[in-house]
């Protein structure tokens, strides 16, 4: 029987890398029977029923101390089809032997192990410069070696280089690792991943250990094979990489592309799961605490990432043939300005003041012929935001992360000066044509002189509305940016200043975007970010402020040019139609927003500009039914009058109405109604 235990493993493994790649140490109940009934191809007479192989699972699952069908089991199992029909004429290992060679052997062949020694070889300079950072990556992610490895299997030894608490990787590590690593789509947000059956298979074929129940984990040297054969896999099929060194480096460097990410939220995952004892959907044993070793694999992949941008550089001139670099610097700032406020409102409109790593990816990615690692600019991302209060990479920061971009995209210019580097990165690349900028929404002094004329009428109940929603104006608005200083007549000044987020709150309390108002036709938050961007006074600073009553209406006006109605519409009339839009819900979205403002503090805090009833709400209350009488008073191009929430079923108003009768009154109502 020795003779073929190699070919009942390889059929035993091959088989669990297809069907229950996630644990190729045991074998399911269907897989055992799949094997037997199909892959083997018996003929009818030999084939068991499925119900006796299901017997056989479950009988040698029983009776093993996992309590799994391991390879010992599939060993009896395959022995038990084979003498189950007694010969005369033969012994149970001559049975045994002629089953092997007639059904088992043909099957082995066809997946034999493959032998990457010169591969190996090949690769051997990377995995030196490599091998510090990977410890630390390894260390993460092995464990206590079990008195059966040590013992029985005689592997892992203590060595100076690993602690001995964290010298075996099992499988279970080995997906965790492969999953932050970007070669599986688990917590690693792979785009492109490797199929659990090529994990499987290149951890079985790594490790030196076969023909037994437990494998048990790798040592480092079986880890870095185990890399490699990833590499091999994943980048086969390739023309452009033709050699394993080419192949391990692009795939290091897809490895590299999201660490930044990844490894925060598995550092977050761990937490919860340790500190709640709650098992999380899709945890696996990635999870550690930032208290243990946490330091391990934040540091390792920092490093790891930059060591595979210098590898991937090694060779390369760092120079593009793009052209001239004359470069306008008194232009620039407004222009990266242009480019982080068009990333932003693409994006990331609901927060468009910071920028978040994906933008900046984006950005440098958009850019084919700069050389740069996705993982860099994350690193990138990660220093020059931690440098802000609020961990934000806000304008001033995006400045300076195109400046790192600069310096490490052209080392050659940077070494004469950092503004030298920045002026080839902007002028030839980002600032090649003009995709990256954003436009702004120009009014002409026509429209504006026109829009001015219409939003007097509604000066009033604007000032009330705006009142409301807005707040007092910071020092940093007073005494940095010089604004809200002095206040026009009927704005108070507590509330003289309306942020981004106060302003998203007027919107869906105004038709604009579907919020608390419930709007079927609405303006997206990139529309609303956008025309409050080209619309406030300060730019090209971390903190725009808040909007100024005048700079208000101006925002009214671009979203009034920005929804779509007929091109032939004046701007007074878009003004008149959005209005009428913005009036049809503000008898529902009002009063749920100054009644359920006090709720929704206690439940979670308030959304879409609630307010406690007991502070303001009788301006929003007072400027909307300001607001509604003007608009159906003032327009002159759209039929309102029939349409106005103000009257009822006879045409006549409140005013109007006052002295009447109750019988004529409620006369006038069913006349409406008939």
Same mark, same amino acid.
């Given at each position: 029987?020795?003779?073929?235990?190699?070919?009942?493993?390889?059929?035993?493994?091959?088989?669990?890398?297809?069907?229950?790649?996630?644990?190729?140490?045991?074998?399911?109940?269907?897989?055992?029977?799949?094997?037997?009934?199909?892959?083997?191809?018996?003929?009818?007479?030999?084939?068991?029923?499925?119900?006796?192989?299901?017997?056989?699972?479950?009988?040698?699952?029983?009776?093993? =101390?996992?309590?799994?069908?391991?390879?010992?089991?599939?060993?009896?199992?395959?022995?038990?089809?084979?003498?189950?029909?007694?010969?005369?004429?033969?012994?149970?290992?001559?049975?045994?032997?002629?089953?092997?060679?007639?059904?088992?052997?043909?099957?082995?062949?066809?997946?034999?192990?493959?032998?990457?020694?010169?591969?190996?070889?090949?690769?051997?300079?990377?995995?030196?410069?490599?091998?510090?950072?990977?410890?630390?990556?390894?260390?993460?992610?092995?464990?206590?070696?079990?008195?059966?490895?040590?013992?029985?299997?005689?592997?892992?030894?203590?060595?100076?280089?690993?602690?001995?608490?964290?010298?075996?990787?099992?499988?279970?590590?080995?997906?965790?690792?492969?999953?932050?690593?970007?070669?599986?789509?688990?917590?690693?947000?792979?785009?492109?991943? /490797?199929?659990?059956?090529?994990?499987?298979?290149?951890?079985?074929?790594?490790?030196?250990?076969?023909?037994?129940?437990?494998?048990?984990?790798?040592?480092?040297?079986?880890?870095?094979?185990?890399?490699?054969?990833?590499?091999?896999?994943?980048?086969?099929?390739?023309?452009?990489?033709?050699? =394993?060194?080419?192949?391990?480096?692009?795939?290091?460097?897809?490895?590299?592309?999201?660490?930044?990410?990844?490894?925060?939220?598995?550092?977050? /995952?761990?937490?919860?799961?340790?500190?709640?004892?709650?098992?999380?959907?899709?945890?696996?044993?990635?999870?550690?605490?930032?208290?243990?070793?946490?330091? /391990?694999?934040?540091?390792?992949?920092?490093?790891?990432?930059?060591?595979?941008?210098?590898?991937?550089?090694?060779?390369?001139?760092?120079?593009?043939?793009?052209?001239?670099?004359?470069?306008?610097?008194?232009?620039?700032?407004?222009?990266?300005?242009?480019?982080?406020?068009?990333?932003?409102?693409?994006?990331?409109?609901?927060?468009?003041?910071?920028?978040?790593?994906?933008?900046?990816?984006?950005?440098?990615?958009?850019?084919?012929?700069?050389?740069?690692?996705?993982?860099?600019?994350?690193?990138?991302?990660?220093?020059?935001?931690?440098?802000? =209060?609020?961990?934000?990479?806000?304008?001033?920061?995006?400045?300076?992360?195109?400046?790192?971009?600069?310096?490490?995209?052209?080392?050659?210019?940077?070494?004469?000066?950092?503004?030298?580097?920045?002026?080839?990165?902007?002028?030839?690349?980002?600032?090649?044509?003009?995709?990256?900028?954003?436009?702004?929404?120009?009014?002409?002094?026509?429209?504006?002189?026109?829009?001015?004329?219409?939003?007097?009428?509604?000066?009033? =109940?604007?000032?009330?509305?705006?009142?409301?929603?807005?707040?007092?104006?910071?020092?940093?608005?007073?005494?940095?940016?010089?604004?809200?200083?002095?206040?026009?007549?009927?704005?108070?000044?507590?509330?003289?200043?309306?942020?981004?987020?106060?302003?998203?709150?007027?919107?869906?309390?105004?038709?604009?975007?579907?919020?608390?108002?419930?709007?079927?036709?609405?303006?997206?938050?990139?529309?609303?970010?956008?025309?409050?961007?080209?619309?406030?006074?300060?730019?090209?600073?971390?903190?725009?402020?808040?909007?100024?009553?005048?700079?208000?209406?101006?925002?009214?006006?671009?979203?009034?040019?920005?929804?779509?109605?007929?091109?032939?519409?004046?701007?007074?009339?878009?003004?008149?139609?959005?209005?009428?839009?913005?009036?049809?819900?503000?008898?529902?979205?009002?009063?749920?927003?100054?009644?359920?403002?006090?709720?929704?503090?206690?439940?979670?805090?308030?959304?879409?500009?609630?307010?406690?009833?007991?502070?303001?709400?009788? /301006?929003?209350?007072?400027?909307?039914?300001?607001?509604?009488?003007?608009?159906?008073?003032?327009?002159?191009?759209?039929?309102?009058?029939?349409?106005?929430?103000?009257?009822?079923?006879?045409?006549?108003?409140?005013?109007?109405?006052?002295?009447?009768?109750?019988?004529?009154?409620?006369?006038?109502?069913?006349?409406?109604?008939?």
């Amino acid at each position: 029987m020795e003779a073929h235990i190699e070919d009942l493993w390889l059929v035993f493994v091959t088989s669990n890398f297809k069907r229950n790649p996630t644990d190729p140490e045991a074998m399911r109940t269907r897989d055992f029977a799949e094997v037997i009934g199909k892959d083997l191809k018996l003929l009818s007479s030999q084939t068991p029923m499925r119900a006796e192989l299901e017997v056989m699972h479950k009988s040698e699952s029983s009776n093993h =101390p996992d309590k799994k069908f391991r390879f010992s089991c599939f060993v009896n199992g395959v022995v038990k089809v084979a003498t189950r029909k007694k010969n005369p004429n033969k012994t149970p290992d001559q049975q045994v032997t002629e089953f092997i060679t007639k059904y088992i052997k043909p099957l082995a062949k066809r997946r034999p192990k493959k032998d990457i020694t010169s591969s190996l070889e090949s690769v051997e300079p990377i995995f030196e410069r490599l091998k510090p950072c990977l410890k630390d990556c390894f260390m993460f992610f092995a464990s206590l070696p079990t008195d059966y490895e040590k013992n029985d299997l005689d592997r892992h030894k203590p060595r100076p280089d690993i602690n001995a608490m964290t010298q075996s990787m099992g499988f279970g590590d080995w997906s965790a690792f492969c999953s932050l690593f970007n070669l599986s789509s688990s917590i690693g947000a792979a785009v492109k991943a /490797l199929s659990p059956n090529a994990l499987a298979s290149a951890f079985m074929d790594s490790i030196q250990v076969k023909h037994v129940d437990n494998v048990g984990g790798l040592t480092f040297e079986e880890f870095w094979e185990a890399i490699v054969r990833c590499c091999l896999i994943f980048k086969k099929d390739v023309e452009s990489l033709p050699t =394993p060194e080419d192949k391990v480096k692009s795939t290091l460097q897809h490895c590299a592309n999201n660490l930044e990410t990844a490894v925060q939220r598995t550092l977050g /995952l761990g937490n919860i799961t340790e500190g709640s004892g709650m098992a999380m959907a899709g945890m696996q044993s990635s999870g550690r605490n930032v208290s243990s070793n946490g330091a /391990l694999i934040t540091g390792g992949t920092h490093e790891f990432a930059r060591i595979i941008f210098e590898i991937i550089r090694e060779g390369e001139s760092g120079e593009v043939d793009a052209g001239p670099t004359a470069f306008d610097a008194d232009d620039a700032e407004d222009k990266v300005w242009r480019i982080f406020l068009k990333a932003n409102l693409t994006n990331n409109p609901r927060d468009w003041q910071a920028m978040r790593k994906r933008e900046l990816v984006l950005i440098i990615r958009a850019q084919k012929k700069l050389r740069l690692m996705e993982a860099d600019v994350n690193v990138i991302h990660q220093q020059e935001a931690g440098r802000n =209060p609020a961990k934000r990479l806000e304008f001033k920061e995006f400045q300076c992360a195109l400046r790192s971009v600069a310096k490490r995209a052209f080392p050659k210019e940077a070494k004469e000066s950092d503004d030298t580097a920045l002026s080839k990165l902007l002028n030839d690349f980002l600032l090649k044509t003009d995709d990256l900028l954003h436009e702004e929404l120009f009014i002409s002094d026509e429209d504006w002189e026109a829009a001015k004329e219409w939003l007097d009428f509604f000066d009033a =109940p604007l000032k009330r509305i705006f009142s409301f929603f807005a707040t007092f104006a910071t020092d940093h608005e007073k005494k940095v940016l010089e604004r809200h200083a002095a206040q026009e007549e009927g704005i108070n000044q507590q509330t003289c200043s309306m942020k981004w987020a106060d302003f998203l709150n007027f919107c869906a309390c105004s038709n604009l975007s579907s919020g608390t108002g419930t709007a079927l036709t609405a303006l997206s938050l990139s529309h609303l970010g956008a025309a409050f961007a080209d619309s406030i006074g300060s730019t090209k600073v971390n903190d725009l402020g808040g909007l100024t009553y005048d700079e208000f209406r101006k925002v009214l006006t671009r979203c009034a040019l920005l929804f779509d109605y007929e091109e032939t519409d004046t701007c007074r009339i878009r003004l008149e139609k959005m209005f009428l839009h913005m009036c049809n819900q503000f008898q529902t979205s009002v009063p749920r927003i100054i009644n359920d403002g006090a709720e929704r503090v206690g439940a979670g805090g308030q959304t879409a500009g609630g307010r406690n009833i007991s502070t303001n709400g009788g /301006l929003l209350l007072k400027g909307v039914r300001e607001f509604n009488k003007v608009l159906h008073d003032n327009s002159q191009h759209l039929s309102l009058k029939e349409e106005s929430i103000f009257k009822f079923g006879d045409g006549t108003t409140d005013d109007e109405r006052r002295g009447s009768s109750l019988l004529d009154f409620t006369a006038g109502m069913r006349k409406g109604l008939s």
